[in-house]
Every structure is written in C-alpha cells, then in structure tokens.
C-alpha cells in the first residue's frame, strides 16, 4: 500500500501544514532541536517505512541553517528507509549562483543540487527557478512548478486589464513577460534597458524605456524581489515616464534588508507576491498582497505521489 | 611543479594565517561576503590552477553557516582546477551524530563526509574525531591528526606527575586514558562512573569513582568540553572523593552556553584546550590555557602535500 509521509523542517511549518490540508493529510511529527554548540538534532517521531517522502524547508533566514536542517532531514529519512525522497525548496536557495562570472568562482545552485542527491534525494520539487536551466543540475527529476497561474489569477481578478502593459524589470525576463502578456490576452509589453553594475552585489542601474508606458497601468514582473532595488528604481523610471499605476509582481518576496523601506517608498501601487518564502507580519506593508502556494505545492506531491509526474502541472493549477 | 594553496573560510582566519607561517607560506586571498538574504559569496583572487589545495574552516558557531561556506569554497576550488582538495576542519561539525541510537534519526557525521565529498574533496584533515570509526565514513583518505602530543607536552611541563592520576569522566574514554597514563610514564588510572539520561541533551549524570583520588592530583582527559555539565560533574566527584586538585584537559573547546559559568564555578585548578576551534577573549578563564594546534596543522599539511601521507605524524609531532 502506498503511503505518503510529509515532513517539514523549522523554517516555515505553517506552509506544511496548509499543504497537508490541502492534500487531505497531516504533517508527520519530527523532534527538532538545536543543540548548545548550534549543531541540530532531528528525528521523525512516526514511522516513515516504505512511504513516498515529501521534506519541505523554506529557504529563508538564517539560510544556510535551514539548508542544513533539510540536508539532515533527508540523511535520516533515508535511513528510515522511505521509498521515495522529494526534496520540496519552494524557493531553492542559491539559485541565482548558477554560472561563473568570472574565474574560481563556485556554481553554488549546482552545489545545492549536489548535497541534496548525496544526502539521499530522488527528487528535488521548487517553484520558479532563477533559470530553468538548472533542472539540468539535478541528476534526477526536478519538478519545476510555476507560481504563474496563481499570481496570473489574482492580477486578472484585482484589476481592469483594458489599460494595462505587461512590463519586464530586465533585458532577461522579457521572454516570462511574453507569456504574461499573452496569458492576459495579448497586452502590449515594455521593458526597462539597463546597465548592471557587476562589481557591486545587489545594485543595478535603471535607464531607458523600450515600449510605451505613458498613461498605462504597468504590471512588472519578476521572479523574486530580494532588497528590492533594482524593481524600485523601474517603478521610479516608469512613474517618471508618465505610466498611471504601477503594480509589482513576483513569485519570491525575500524582502532583505532595505527591501521594505524601498517598496513603502517607491510609488507602486500594489506589491503581489507569494509565500515561497515566508513573509513575516512586520514587512507586509498595507498595499502587499502575500499569495499561498500551498495549493500548487499539494498539485504537485499529488501528481508526484499518483503518477510520479507533475506534467499535468505545466499548463496551469489541476482542480 | 608542485603548488601548495591554503585558503581559509571566515570562522578563524587567524588560525590559517598561523599555520601558514609555519608553513613558510601565505594564506591565499578569497574575497568572501554575505548577501543581503544570508546566501554567500566566494571567490578565489589569486590562481589556483593544478595546486594542492588546503581549505580551512573552523566548525564554530555559527556552525551551519561555516560549514557551508567551506563546501562552496570546495565547489569553487574544484571548477578552479585545483590537482587535489584537502579539507582541512580541526573540529569536525556533528562529529558526535555518528550513530543511530533510536529508528528515524540521521547519522549527521556521516553526512558530513559525504557532503564535504559531493563537494570535492579528496581528503579530509580533522583533529581528534569523537569516535575513529568515523574515518571509515569517507570514501578516501582521513587525515585524523590528534593534539596529544601537544596537551601532553604541556601537562608534562607544567605540573610535577609523581602525584598524578589520569582520570577518564567517563567509561567510553578509558582508553585514551590509558595512552595518556602510559605515555606519562606509566601514571595510576581512575575512571568516574555515570548513568547518561538520554532523553535529554547536554545532560548527564556523575556516580561513582573507579579507582583511588584521594590526596591525589587527577588529570582528567576528555575528547571536548561543550557545555561542561558532564566535566564540571567529574570534577565536583573528584573532589568530594579527596582529590588534591584536578586539571580538565581536552582538545575541543566549544565552550558552549553556560560552560564558562559552569567551569569557573566547579573547583578546577586548570583547564587545558586546543583551539580547533577559536576561544574568544570573553571566554578565556584566568586558569584556562588554550594551545595552538597551527604547528600541527602545518605539519599534517606538509606531509601530505610532501609524501600524500601523515603516517609520519601518527607517534607525535616531527620537528
Ligand atoms: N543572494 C544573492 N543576492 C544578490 N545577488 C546575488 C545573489 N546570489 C548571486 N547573486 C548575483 O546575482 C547575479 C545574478 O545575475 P542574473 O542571473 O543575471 O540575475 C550574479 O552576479 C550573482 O553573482
Ligand atoms: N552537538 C551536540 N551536543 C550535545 N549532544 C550531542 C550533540 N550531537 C550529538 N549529541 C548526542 O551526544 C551523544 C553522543 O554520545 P557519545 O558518543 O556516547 O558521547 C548522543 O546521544 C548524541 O545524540
């Protein structure tokens, strides 16, 4: 008989457990501590014999700490003797590190994929990579979800779309700005041409505009918003070229540092964002929609666990 | 032509500078920052191309953090074609998670190798492992340096040894003690005699005394002191059984939350660590005394970048 059993680390247990409701489950206990000298301790309270496992963990802070957990997380359920481990990072860290830009330099994203298979994982489940080209770190499969459909959802049902243009924050994103425009049916596209300052991390440069903004309601999407300067700078730069509203879409809300000061600040209307993860109460602000992607999670380990697939997935969310 | 490339991560830079100049060499320059959302960067700015590359890293608070940054510095060595990779960590996090001891628990140092392995490293150089069995938990070679010889040299020098027992604080150490016993010329042996409660971590319980104390100056020999609890204990029973004085010696100093509370507290004429791990100002005792293991690490490095091997180290340290 199959038997699904789904586990969480520390970091953001509340999607878990509204991942469970959804799949009609519950979150099996693990015992989680942290001992004197920082080192941790996990154990799974239940059996896990013969089950398909499913570990969640939010990449978030402290970071490497909740990496570790998952990474340990999956060493014992390996040794539990789970049938199946799937990794499930809705935002998998160090995903941005995934080229050398320069020499002796790491490929960390790889790295990532790396210390998952070793520890023991079959399957690694995340939503909106930083580039899709990454499954191809994995030696296994990847179940690549898109937060698409929900945040696609949620702009189509929060707006009038007669006025609206689908802007790219970046020469890179135009090709998801695409499908977003098409999705909508067929809106007009802009995106912002900048130059980015590669010495500094976290800084870039906003310039021109290729497009037409000019009285528009702008809808700029990305695929996270970490301190949230670069995104600022292009609702500056289309405020400043005359757009009518400018809301700020994106499936990552890291929301680092001054990211919240410069979202307050900066002239968007609406900041849309889901909880890959987790966005703590002191840093949503009052024009900050914070969307669950506890439903497409629950899509997914349901196709995973029925058919071993999340193909179904690709073009939007199953019933 | 042979390359020797010591590069340290962020936890205890001065330790490699040390060992370097024991070395006659330099540490490398990294370039090492964290971003804003706790990911972190690294870079080698120097060539690494074909040398025998030593990467340091001390496994201290904030531990997880630590040892990831050493495992993307191994990564990023690796795609800098370095020949061969060392991983060189004096106190190896989690080294005590080396065994199940209930079902659905990790094995987290065997985790450790395999990470440090899926990494790139080809060997690793440790200090005084919990359990030498671990060794057998990487797949190549274990460089598994010990800091007797440097802790005995101190006792030897700085205390007269005709009124002197070793003490073990606990069963499963009676044999380093032995060594230590017969190294000193053959000195008298006791062992304290403890219940553990494993339900709790960091605790234990101190029973009985094997072995005669009374109006002796006992030498008790334990692998770290983390907490103290245990240690602090043996000392109490050391001294409520008539001891003359009693000197704690051990190689790993993690001095984690109340140990310095505890250790100043417990009737200890001195204390005696190696600094595998760094031992802050704040943390210092007056009679606490924390030697350098750099001469060691040097050493270990030299001979396996010299002859592949330490074998040459394994009867004490060579000039
Ligand atoms: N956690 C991070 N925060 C900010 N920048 C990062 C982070 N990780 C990697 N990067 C840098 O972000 C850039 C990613 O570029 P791109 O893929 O063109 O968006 C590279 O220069 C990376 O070095
Ligand atoms: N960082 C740690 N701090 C305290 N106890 C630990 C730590 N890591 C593992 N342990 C526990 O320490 C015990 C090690 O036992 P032993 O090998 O007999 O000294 C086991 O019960 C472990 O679960």
Redesign the interface.
């Known amino acids: 008989d199959k038997k699904l059993a789904l586990v969480t680390g520390r970091a953001y247990p509340e999607q878990a457990q509204e991942t469970a409701k959804y799949l009609g489950t519950d979150v099996l206990e693990t015992t989680a501590?942290d001992?004197?000298?920082?080192?941790?301790?996990?154990?799974?309270?239940e059996?896990?014999r013969g089950a398909d496992a499913f570990v969640m963990q939010a990449h978030t802070?402290?970071?490497?700490?909740w990496?570790?957990?998952q990474?340990?997380?999956v060493?014992?359920m390996k040794?539990?003797s789970a049938r199946s481990i799937t990794v499930v990072a809705p935002f998998l860290?160090?995903s941005?590190?995934d080229k050398?830009h320069?020499?002796?330099?790491?490929?960390?994203a790889?790295?990532m994929f790396?210390?998952f298979?070793?520890?023991g994982a079959d399957r690694i489940m995340t939503v909106d990579l930083h580039a899709a080209q990454e499954q191809g770190f994995f030696d296994g499969p990847v179940d690549h979800l898109t937060a698409m459909p929900i945040l696609l959802d949620y702009v189509r049902n929060s707006m009038p779309l007669e006025n609206t243009t689908i802007v790219s924050p970046d020469a890179g994103r135009i090709k998801v700005s695409e499908q977003w425009a098409a999705k909508l049916g067929g809106l007009p596209l802009a995106f912002i041409h900048k130059t980015r300052d590669t010495t500094r991390?976290?800084h870039a440069e906003a310039h021109g505009i290729i497009g037409d903004v000019k009285g528009r309601d702008c809808v700029v999407v990305d695929d996270m918003i970490?301190?949230a300067g670069t995104i600022c700078e292009a609702v500056r730069t289309l405020n400043n070229a005359g757009a009518k509203s400018v809301t700020l879409v994106a499936t990552h809300g890291?929301l680092?540092?001054p990211?919240v000061e410069r979202l307050k600040n900066c002239g968007a209307r609406e900041i849309v964002l889901t909880d890959t993860v987790p966005v703590p109460e002191e840093k949503r602000l009052p024009n900050m929609t914070v969307l669950s992607v506890a439903p497409l999670l629950a899509a997914g380990i349901r196709s995973v666990f029925e058919s071993g697939s999340v193909s179904t997935l690709l073009n939007g969310l199953p019933e």
Chains 1, 2 share one sequence.
Do not use: C, H, W
Not at 61 to 65: L, V
């Open positions: 501590y001992f004197a000298n920082g080192e941790m301790y996990v154990r799974y309270t059996p896990v802070e402290p970071i490497n700490k990496i570790m957990e990474l340990i997380m060493d014992a040794r539990a860290g160090y941005r590190q050398k320069q020499g002796r330099e790491p490929i960390t790889r790295l790396d210390l298979r070793s520890a991390p976290n970490d301190t890291l680092s540092g990211a």
